[in-house]
């Protein structure tokens, strides 16, 4: 199989800054919704890197997309062997969890009700070249390029 240029696509800087301005109105209380955020330590560094992320909850488990497959979370959270917290409000306690990476059996349903969990998100990955349409078809065929993980609890 040759190494598809899309498993490389990193977030552009516009969603950078979009996740910042999120983080910064999540912190001062600002938003009308709770905002799943991720938090690893940066590969290189060991700074805290925080990450708002997508949770989707189906049959008793949650899972996140990497949406751009060269995103730098992603990459932290293979370096740190998964472990993470995650918490969903700025006085929320962080929970430790780990993100495990499913095989391709599990994650292709989870890309393919991905439109339907997210259709923004879906939106900007069709905008960027990541994948040409919002289906579920089309994101299904990003199984093996854009990682799903499964969020576990940390024991």
């Not at 190494?3 to 950078?16: C, E």
């Not at 990450?51 to 740190?80: E, K, M, S």
């Amino acid at each position: 199989m040759s190494d598809d240029p899309r498993r490389h696509i990193r977030a552009p800087q516009q969603i950078k800054q979009l996740n910042e301005d999120l983080l910064a109105r999540r912190d001062r209380g600002e938003l009308p919704f709770e905002l799943p955020v991720l938090t690893v330590p940066g590969r290189r560094s060991g700074t805290p890197r925080h990450t708002p992320l997508t949770v989707y909850a189906t049959g008793g488990q949650r899972f996140v997309v990497g949406g751009f497959p060269g995103a730098d979370w992603i990459v932290n959270v293979r370096a740190a062997g998964g472990r993470a917290t995650l918490s969903t409000g700025p006085d929320a306690d962080p929970e430790s969890v780990v993100l495990v990476e499913v095989p391709p059996e599990q994650a292709r349903p989870v890309l393919e009700a991905w439109p339907q969990v997210t259709p923004e998100g879906v939106g900007i990955m069709v905008e960027n070249g990541v994948v040409a349409e919002p289906t579920p078809e089309a994101l299904g065929a990003l199984t093996g390029i854009c990682p799903v993980f499964r969020i576990d609890p940390a024991r």
